[in-house]
């Protein structure tokens, strides 16, 4: 089975600008989850997609969105950028969600940098 | 304020040495994870616990939820073990996910 995919894998962007980014799940997986990474803050939980239907969510603003596509494939939307939202993006997938007790699989991440 | 603490930050170790890496928590969980992260950003999901003992190969994780603790072993390490452990904890209450800050190991040929 191919494994999580995540495009693009590099990104630059101006502040003010926004961006969408693509993870792919593994096949059969209905679970997607996201996450932050900044050498400040560590590894922050996004949100969680299953089935078309946000499920969990941090504790981040609204500038930072999502949606799954009925195939899985999830996107993650960040607006109006800010200097602080560069980071390295991941996604996770698994069958039924990391939350009910399951092990994830992490996609190569998306390194954003905003200028 | 941390929910979750890891220790050592930072660790180096000779080939062929037993180590530990330790996670404390503050908070009730349903289940505790460890994360292993290279060099490049790829992570790895190594163990998910929710009460006594796993092992993997060369891998144990051990998990004490009265004492809210959990500990990583590596027996016999190899640098290929040479990575950022990461562990992470889902609450009991809210649907989260916390993080401890990861402990980086490097194993010395």
């Known amino acids: 089975k191919a494994g999580v995919t995540q495009t693009p894998r590099y990104l630059i962007k101006t502040r003010g600008q926004q961006v969408t980014l693509s993870c792919s799940p593994i096949s059969g997986h209905r679970s997607v989850s996201w996450y932050q990474q900044t050498p400040g803050q560590g590894l922050q939980f996004l949100f969680e997609y299953f089935s078309e239907t946000q499920r969990n969510k941090g504790n981040f603003p609204g500038r930072f969105s999502g949606r799954q596509f009925s195939n899985s494939r999830s996107e993650m939307n960040v607006s109006t950028l800010e200097l602080g939202d560069s980071a390295l993006y991941l996604c996770?997938?698994?069958?039924?969600?990391?939350?009910?007790?399951?092990?994830?699989?992490f996609g190569p991440g998306t390194r954003l940098l905003v200028l | 304020k941390n929910e979750v603490e890891q220790s050592p930050q930072n660790l180096t170790a000779q080939e062929g040495e037993f180590i530990t890496i330790n996670c404390s928590y503050s908070v009730g969980i349903s289940a505790l994870h460890w994360l292993q992260q290279h060099p490049g950003g790829g992570i790895v999901s190594l163990f998910m616990?929710?009460?006594g003992k796993k092992k993997h190969g060369r891998l144990i994780a051990t998990i004490n939820i009265q004492e809210k603790h959990s500990s990583l072993h590596i027996t016999a390490s190899h640098p290929r073990d040479s990575a950022v452990y990461i562990c992470a904890v889902h609450p009991n209450t809210g649907n989260q996910f916390y993080f401890g800050t990861g402990t980086s190991l490097t194993v010395i040929p």
């Open positions: 996770a997938s698994s069958s039924i969600g990391t939350f009910v007790g399951e092990t994830q699989y």
């Open positions: 616990l929710s009460s």
